[in-house]
T-cell receptor, first 114, second 113 residues
Framework: DTGVSQDPRHKITKRGQNVTFRCDPISEHNRLYWYRQTLGQGPEFLTY????????KSRLLSDRFSAERPKGSFSTLEIQRTEQGDSAMYLC????????????FGSGTRLTVV | AQSVTQLDSQVPVFEEAPVELRCNYS??????LFWYVQYPNQGLQLLLK??????LVESINGFEAEFNKSQTSFHLRKPSVHISDTAEYFC???????????FGKGTRLHILP
């Protein structure tokens, strides 16, 4: 069990470019969550998967955002046509079955849009 | 829908002094409660959780939190803080009808020498 891995740790991109982040959850966890955290705020829910099915998406997730978990293992989060307001820490977490026992978070990907 | 309020955005406290970080929640159904800690440039780590049973829960590094249903609170306390406790602390809640954890805005704990 190597924990939840996120790649890259940091990403600087120019406005208008597309970016993709990857998350590898704990292997036996079937639930995977994406959150966004901006400065001075707590993590805000974006979306989650149970196995390969995307079960819920937040209204925060505009059409420029898409997430996949093709084989129920790793997940990707893509942001198209990035804007400065997308600058944030993107956190991935995984959980076994229901969430009431808490998640295990990765270290996050810090995105800076210039 | 449930929500979490952390009343203090920052709490300064002298080293070896006690500290309390306040958290109140709102929910019409049963809840499970968590405290997460985030050290600089790191992800969140689960500090402690209340699921059921004893209303006082403890972590391995000396923190404790008490679930108070009548006051809808889950305050975090430590009798004597260390410089290594410098971090941001997030209170969080999930109900038994929902599938995602909702976080408060966090409280930054400043340890003064």
């Amino acid at each position: 069990d190597t924990g939840v891995s996120q790649d890259p740790r940091h990403k600087i991109t120019k406005r208008g470019q597309n970016v993709t982040f990857r998350c590898d959850p704990i292997s036996e966890h079937n639930r995977l969550y994406w959150y966004r955290q901006t400065l001075g705020q707590g993590p805000e829910f974006l979306t989650y998967f149970q196995n390969e099915a995307q079960l819920e998406k937040s209204r925060l997730l505009s059409d420029r955002f898409s997430a996949e978990r093709p084989k129920g293992s790793f997940s990707t989060l893509e942001i198209q046509r990035t804007e400065q307001g997308d600058s944030a820490m993107y956190l991935c977490a995984s959980a076994r079955d229901r969430s009431n026992y808490g998640y295990t978070f990765g270290s996050g990907t810090r995105l800076t849009v210039v | 829908a449930q929500s979490v309020t952390q009343l203090d955005s920052q709490v300064p406290v002298f080293e070896e002094a006690p500290v309390e970080l306040r958290c109140n929640y709102s929910s019409s159904v049963s809840v499970y409660l968590f405290w997460y800690v985030q050290y600089p440039n790191q992800g969140l780590q689960l500090l402690l959780k209340y699921l059921s049973g004893s209303t006082l829960v403890e972590s391995i590094n000396g923190f404790e939190a008490e679930f108070n249903k009548s006051q809808t609170s889950f305050h975090l306390r430590k009798p004597s803080v260390h410089i290594s406790d410098t971090a941001e602390y997030f209170c969080a809640v999930i109900t038994n009808r929902d599938d995602k954890i909702i976080f408060g805005k966090g409280t930054r704990l400043h340890i003064l020498p």
